[in-house]
Antibody, heavy 120, light 107 residues
Framework: EVQLVESGGGLVQPGGSLRLSCAAS????????MNWVRQAPGKGLEWVSV????????YYADSVRGRFTISRDDSKSTLYLQMNSLRAEDTAVYYC?????????????WGQGTLVTVSS | EIVLTQSPGTLSLSPGERATLSCGAS??????LAWYQQKPGQAPRLLIY???DRATGIPDRFSGSGSGTDFTLTISRLEPEDFAVYYC?????????FGQGTKVEIK
């Protein structure tokens, strides 16, 4: 069974940093592209970033480019999101999501999410 | 960035009725489009990928169609568990983007 478990969320001041983790199990992690998607309270879904299975292809949403960094450690089956220069508008539940088929753009497995709150 | 516009914002229907949800893209995404369902307090669930392929375990009352810039998700007969918010997402061109969502509510 595919499992994705996010951690690392919490309360941080504007301008601060946070690193999210997503521990994966139940599949060959290195073979799949992985995504971060966020959802602000009461709002819709916003795609944040994707990293390919070999980490050679990385893309970001315009809203986070230059501030967030996605990475992966295939030896630990773990996905990361380093978030710097955090703003109030980054407050959201952050989900990690696995590509359905290797490098596909759709995502069929999602974690339960971790809440990031940016506030003074 | 490709903008996805979903309509209507809210759809009020009764169980057993047919639901038709639309998603328009600001430029062609060919068939690189997915539909997700989200219920309160839950992560999204993949329904349709590549515009018209049903994901594993999705009932056949859900169907997707379209290509280029115009897409449709159809629920042939609404079941009580289908009342939720639905999102389209394009992955034809980075950055990937979601539509703003359509809420299907009980009339």
């Amino acid at each position: 069974e595919v499992q994705l478990v996010e951690s690392g969320g919490g309360l941080v001041q504007p301008g601060g940093s946070l690193r999210l983790s997503c521990a994966a199990s139940g599949f060959t992690f290195s073979s799949y592209a992985m995504n971060w998607v966020r959802q602000a309270p009461g709002k819709g879904l916003e795609w944040v970033s994707v990293i390919s299975g070999n980490a050679r292809a990385i893309y970001y949403a315009d809203s986070v480019r230059g501030r967030f960094t996605i990475s992966r450690d295939d030896s630990k089956s773990t996905l990361y999101l380093q978030m710097n220069s955090l703003r109030a508008e980054d407050t959201a539940v952050y989900y990690c999501a696995r590509a359905t088929r290797g490098g596909s753009g759709d995502t069929d497995s999602w974690g339960q999410g971790t809440l990031v709150t940016v506030s003074s | 960035e490709i903008v996805l516009t979903q309509s209507p914002g809210t759809l009020s229907l009764s169980p057993g009725e047919r639901a038709t949800l639309s998603c328009g893209a600001s430029q062609s995404v060919t068939t690189s489009l997915a539909w997700y369902q989200q219920k309160p307090g839950q992560a999204p669930r993949l329904l349709i990928y590549d515009a018209s392929d049903r994901a594993t375990g999705i009932p056949d009352r859900f169907s997707g169609s379209g290509s280029g810039t115009d897409f449709t998700l159809t629920i042939s007969r609404l079941e009580p568990e289908d009342f939720a918010v639905y999102y389209c997402q394009q992955y034809g061109s980075p950055p990937r983007t979601f539509g703003q969502g359509t809420k299907v509510e009980i009339k």
